[in-house]
């Protein structure tokens, strides 16, 4: 026979946790009348993925609005767990003017997504390989494209319009915080933890823990650099040592 003192201690906490969460369900749709319905078609989106045999979802998957994705066939998606995928305006912190758009339309063409990473209104277009490392943030009106449209056709330009174009990989490997309309170009290659500061055009590599920004983006605070300057000096060689002799290319100005 239970405490009869304790059974009543639980039932009124059972009862709280209804008030309470009924209180949040009713306060969400007040504020948001549109954010359940949107999670609910979002769970209906992500089991839709998950019937498609050229798409790979881990499971977690969170969709904030519709996104458009398109895998066309010969192609691949691969998102890793708790992936959070944002194509709504309301209760973004800036302006988004596109929901996400996620695109690979030439066969072999892959697009991977690490865990827990944050996308928002950004377009991913794959011709070859595009690698997003675990917990990435990416803000909204992003472009990110390992391929041209079409070729530079010089001298014959007339034979522009009729181009494919030619594609080099990318990859964002993990942590990496790229700001809002930046765009990321063939063949860039983002270190682990670096930051791209809005608005800005990588098309090259960025060595991790560092701060670029503009058009082309440039190194404007290196972590590594700040560090070693604050090292005593006995293990700044000791560093120095283990590291290696510099490369031509470090050594250049």
């Known amino acids: ?60 998957l969170v969709l904030m609005g519709r996104p458009l994705i398109d895998i066309r066939k010969g192609s691949r998606l691969v998102i890793g767990k708790r992936v959070t995928l944002t194509s709504r305006n309301k209760g973004y912190h800036l302006n988004m003017h596109s929901p996400m758009k996620i695109f690979a339309d030439r066969t072999g063409a892959e697009i991977c997504i690490g865990d827990e990473t944050r996308i928002a209104g950004t377009c991913i277009h794959a ?35 009729h181009s494919r174009g030619s594609s080099r990989p990318i990859v964002i ?18 270190g682990r933890g670096a930051v791209i500061g809005a608005g800005s055009v990588v098309s090259g590599t960025v060595a991790a823990l560092t701060v670029v920004r503009g058009n082309p983006a440039r190194v404007v605070l290196d972590y590594n650099a700040l560090a070693a300057r604050d090292l005593p000096s006995s293990d700044a060689e000791e560093k120095s040592a283990a590291e290696g002799p510099a490369s031509p290319a470090s050594m250049q100005s």
């Open 1 to 60: 026979m239970g405490d009869p003192l304790t059974d009543h201690s639980t039932a009124g906490d059972s009862a709280a946790m209804r008030e309470s969460a009924l209180a949040k369900a009713l306060r969400v749709l007040g504020e948001d009348p549109m954010r359940i319905p949107i999670r609910l078609w979002g769970r209906v989106l992500v089991w839709r993925l998950g019937l498609r045999t050229n798409v790979e979802v881990a499971g977690g």
């Open 127 to 161: 011709y070859e390989s595009i690698r997003i490392g675990k917990r990435c943030l990416i803000s909204a009106n992003c472009q990110i494209l390992d391929g041209n449209a079409h070729d530079l056709s010089f001298p014959d330009v007339e034979q522009r319009i």
């Open 173 to 190: 490997e993990d942590d990496v915080w790229i700001g809002a309309n930046s765009i990321i170009l063939a063949g860039a290659r983002i």
